[in-house]
């Protein structure tokens, strides 16, 4: 089955960078949207980048400026780049990809990866 295997979480302080990478394997026929979702203690998850199939790119306000969201479409991998990290930026992050597993399914469904920690200290 599909999965989506995420590492380059961890402790950082205010100010500094970290690069997130999140690499699905399986039965997959193409990648459409994927994305980076957060959630911190208390909080709902979060929209926090998206990237289409053909690049196009959108933010959450609160990282535009600071978060860089690519893709690699030969490698099936999405990053998250987070520079001048904040201690509010703290939360699990996670991975989120549409894949098309199957020719009968055109729009694909969602697949999540397993969540990151990200803490940044003041």
């Known amino acids: 089955q599909v999965q989506l295997v995420e590492s380059g979480g961890g402790l950082v302080q205010a100010g500094g960078s970290l690069r997130l990478s999140c690499a699905a394997s399986g039965p997959i026929i193409n990648i459409n949207a994927m994305g980076w979702f957060r959630q911190a203690p208390g909080k709902q998850r979060e929209l926090v980048a998206a990237i289409t199939s053909g690049g196009s790119t959108n933010y959450a306000d609160s990282v535009k400026g600071r978060f860089t969201i690519s893709r690699d479409n030969a490698k099936n991998t999405e990053y998250l780049q987070m520079n001048s990290l904040k201690p509010e930026d703290t939360a699990v992050y996670y991975c989120?990809?549409?894949?098309?597993?199957?020719?009968?399914?055109?729009?694909?469904?969602?697949?999540w990866g397993q969540g990151t920690q990200v803490t940044v200290s003041s």
């Open positions: 989120n990809a549409r894949i098309r597993t199957s020719i009968y399914n055109s729009a694909g469904q969602d697949y």
